[in-house]
């Protein structure tokens, strides 16, 4: 596509529920970010895959969170027994190869109650 | 641990003005910067990216610069108007790894 989709572009979910965010990277962009924004902060690194394979998973939180690329386009988010702490924007991000310019979704606001 | 510092974190001026803001990363082992702008709600949009061996890049009335051995980055706007009014976020990718780190931006308001 034109450019980096993700969906939902907002998410209310209660406290333990499960949730899964999409991103939808660019065509033919092999490197694919995840990133968490909490209000008034720049952005916080979570996962980086290359192709299908994480490369990258030191920037999640904890257990509850996981992402899959299955097939080396688009990119699940998934969060476990969500808690009020996880309330953030979601942003994903695509890019040619890894050392080259990302282009950024608009994000998935996710708000736990 | 890299570490990226905007300053100001909010800056208000007068339609017309020419503004500097300034970024400052700790580790100057990185293979590019980029500038991005933020409007309220949105994602990211880059405006500017200087690759490790530059100095600096322009785009119409931004301009941004590198000086890598001090780990510093300045983005000029020139004569500001209404619709720059976002939030800027200046970014740095390490050769260490694949991740950007951010700094906390720097709110810009232009009055008319």
């Known amino acids: 596509g034109a450019g980096v989709s993700q969906t939902p572009s907002n998410k209310v979910t209660e406290k333990g529920k499960y949730v899964e965010l999409r991103c939808d990277p660019i065509s033919g962009h092999t490197a694919l970010y995840w990133y968490r924004q909490s209000l008034g902060q720049g952005p916080e690194f979570l996962i980086y895959f290359q192709g299908t394979g994480a490369a990258d998973d030191s920037g999640l939180p904890n257990d509850r969170f996981f992402a899959v690329r299955p097939e080396g386009s688009v990119s699940t988010l998934k969060i476990q027994r969500t808690e009020r702490g996880d309330s953030a924007v979601y942003l994903c991000?695509?890019?040619?190869?890894?050392?080259?310019?990302?282009?950024f979704g608009s994000g998935t606001r996710l708000t736990v109650v | 641990k890299q570490e990226v510092t905007q300053i100001p974190a909010a800056l208000s001026v007068p339609e017309g003005e020419n503004l500097v803001l300034n970024c400052s990363f700790t580790d100057s082992a990185i293979y590019n910067l980029q500038w991005f702008r933020q409007d309220p709600g949105k994602g990211l949009t880059s405006l500017l990216l200087?690759?490790?061996?530059?100095r600096e890049q322009t785009s119409g009335r931004l301009n941004a610069s590198l000086d890598k051995s001090s780990g510093r980055s300045t983005l000029y706007i020139a004569a500001s108007q209404p619709g720059d009014s976002a939030t800027y976020l200046c970014?740095?990718?390490?050769?260490?790894?694949?991740?950007?780190?951010f700094g906390e931006g720097t709110q810009l308001t232009v009055n008319p």
């Open positions: 200087i690759q490790s061996s530059q």
């Open positions: 970014a740095v990718l390490e050769t260490s790894g694949s991740r950007l780190t």
């Open positions: 991000a695509s890019s040619l190869r890894d050392d080259y310019g990302y282009t």
